[in-house]
């Protein structure tokens, strides 16, 4: 997509290094730059402080920004939108780093919790493979493959109610033979 007319113009004017162009170009989309920043950020100081890094980088390198690949409006909002992201991310990390180590070193794991995991996770999966075709493979393709509705009945052949009915027909009769079986 190229850029306007008028943004060629402003570019080219604050290429010759006119102030005045730069001025008009932060009349126009200030609000624009400052909202993105603000809804990013959810600080106003920070905010502005991309709002005036925004215009800075469009002042010290004006070339950086290309007419013929769009418009000046979208390259700034790009550019606000990036360090906006940057700033939370680094936010995050000062935050995380302060709080120390020992939230990120697992705790033990007790054997016995995981034996006890393991064999319910096998009792789980005999018990899907006894269930009919139709049924197992509903149930399949919506729990392990994470498939809706719609997408499993299209996979089958059958019409969205009809994969739902099996998706919960499976898992009443999975929910039936665990609870025999005290899972």
Known sequence: MEAPYDDRLLHQRVVGGDESALGEVYDRLSSLIFGLALRVTRDRVIAEDITQEVFLVFWERPLAYDPERGTLRAWLATIAHRRAVDHVRAEERRRVSALGPRL?????????????????????????????????????????????????????????????????????????ALSEEEV
Do not use: H
Not at 107 to 128: C, F, G, I, T
Not at 144 to 157: K, S
């Open 104 to 176: 990120f070193e697992p705790e033990p794991a007790r054997l016995e919790e995981n034996v006890l995991a393991a064999d319910e996770a096998k009792r789980v999966r005999q018990a899907v493979t006894e269930l009919p075709d139709s049924l197992r493979q509903a149930v399949e393709l919506a729990y392990f493959g994470g498939r809706t509705y719609r997408q499993v009945g299209e996979e089958l052949g059958v019409p969205e109610g009809t994969a739902k009915s099996r998706i919960r027909l499976a898992l009443r009769r999975l929910a039936d």
